[in-house]
């Protein structure tokens, strides 16, 4: 910390919190400005207009209760304030500042500046994992609110306080900017189980219906994020080869449920795209498919009969057992979808979680299934263009001689 100013008294002091809102700030500063410009002090009024200052709170060891004024800089102006501390007119400038607010009532003992920390952004949050931008627009512009720049109710106070109330080590304050760039700013940079909880004390503290805003909808969709970043990365859904009407549109309808209101409700959708999608693979391949087959049925079918998985590899017994495995675990996929999911007016649904271990299995089998098939597939073209090269080959020597 750089302090550029001190009044009578003891030299020590601490940050309490903000002492003046918004508001008064901006029209105490924009008073003291013009005084200073009218009375020929245009660098101190330059500071004053240039510089993010804000009225703090502060104490020292005495326990004396005192105005500072305070600011958090990025390293470009907190240098250029530091290197103007050589110059005697700065100096002068920031008595001129605090005299000014004295003829305003407002007495400052202390001008200060800190450096702006640079805090690392967590790993999964920049690996994807956590809240997308356009979701933390939703959240602060579209459910909480903006007014003036500043977030809903929150104060600078208030605002602090939050995250106390969470048991969350975070301390806004150490932000420059608004609420509302402040909130944006920690949600952005925090892991995504600290942003689940931020989301949590949102919904909480902004309750439903209390604003047009914060209707059933947009509600519903910030839970679907904390069961996302609570849950971790899901498989994504695949680009399939081979498919059909149904299934894009059963793979379409899951992927907006997920999306909008949680895996509960794309179970039912994703088992009709995985059923649909193996009747289409052996449909393909010309393997007679009986009209009522089961989910479990086809698999063993397209597993057993499918010329695609002739040859699973060096470790074929091994990946043999994986496969009667995910056919036990298919085998649990109808009852699932049947009796917890909202195929049917079920009064027990599978609970998010689960919901989400069932959409990435069926999505993991599809993904294999898919590119085990597509591999044969160009395998048995490559075959053939070789052997149709070989012909050629052949017929022309033939010709020559």
């Known amino acids: 910390m750089i302090e550029l100013y001190h009044g009578s008294g003891a030299g020590d002091f601490s940050i309490l919190q903000d002492g003046l809102t918004h508001d008064q700030c901006r029209i105490l500063f924009d008073n003291a400005a013009r005084l200073l ?3 020929s002090q245009t660098r101190a009024a330059e500071i004053l207009r240039s510089t993010p200052f804000r009225v703090v709170d502060a104490t020292n060891h005495f326990n004396d209760e005192f105005s500072v004024l305070y600011a958090v800089l990025p390293l470009d102006k907190y240098e250029r304030l530091r290197r103007g501390q050589e110059d005697p007119t700065e100096g002068q400038a920031y008595q001129q500042i605090a005299g000014v607010f004295s003829e305003l009532s407002t007495y400052i003992r202390f001008i200060a500046v800190e450096l702006a920390l640079d805090r690392p952004v967590h790993p999964d949050v920049q690996h994807g994992l956590g809240l997308k931008q356009s979701e933390i627009n939703k959240l602060v512009y579209k459910y909480i609110g903006v007014s003036g720049g500043y977030l809903a109710n929150f104060s600078y106070r208030s605002h602090h306080e939050f995250y106390i109330e969470l048991d969350l080590d975070i301390n806004p304050y150490d932000y420059e900017g608004t609420t509302r760039e402040r909130f944006i700013k920690i949600l952005s940079e925090s892991a995504p189980h600290v942003q689940a909880r931020i989301l949590e004390g949102i919904l909480d503290r902004f309750l439903l219906g209390s604003t047009e805003l914060r209707t059933k909808e947009r509600a519903t969709e910030i839970r679907v994020w904390i069961t996302r970043l609570r849950t971790g990365p899901h498989v994504e859904q695949p680009a399939l080869r081979i498919t059909s009407e149904v299934v894009e549109r059963a793979l379409l309808d899951a992927q907006e449920l997920l999306r909008a209101t949680g ?39 397209i597993r057993e009969e499918h010329p695609a998985f002739n040859e699973l590899g060096p470790r ?33 649904l599978l609970p998010e979680p689960e919901a989400m271990l069932v959409i990435n299995t069926a999505r993991s089998v599809l993904h294999y299934i898919d590119e085990k098939v597509y591999r044969h597939g160009n395998a048995n073209k490559t075959e053939e263009a070789s052997a149709a090269q070989q012909r050629h080959a052949t017929d022309g020597t033939s010709r020559r001689r």
């Not at 393997?287 to 989910?295: F, G, I, N, R, T």
């Not at 298919?330 to 049947?338: K, M």
């Open 37 to 39: 410009a009218a009375r």
């Open 263 to 301: 895996a509960t409700s794309g179970v039912d959708r994703v088992h009709t795209a995985l059923h649909g999608y193996m009747r289409e693979v052996c449909r393909s391949a010309g393997l007679p498919v009986a009209e009522d087959a089961s989910l479990t049925e086809l698999f063993k079918q």
């Open 316 to 348: 074929s017994d091994d990946i043999l057992r994986v496969l009667r495995a995910l056919s036990t675990i298919l085998d649990s996929f109808n009852p699932l979808r049947n009796k917890a999911s909202v195929a049917h007016p079920n009064a027990a």
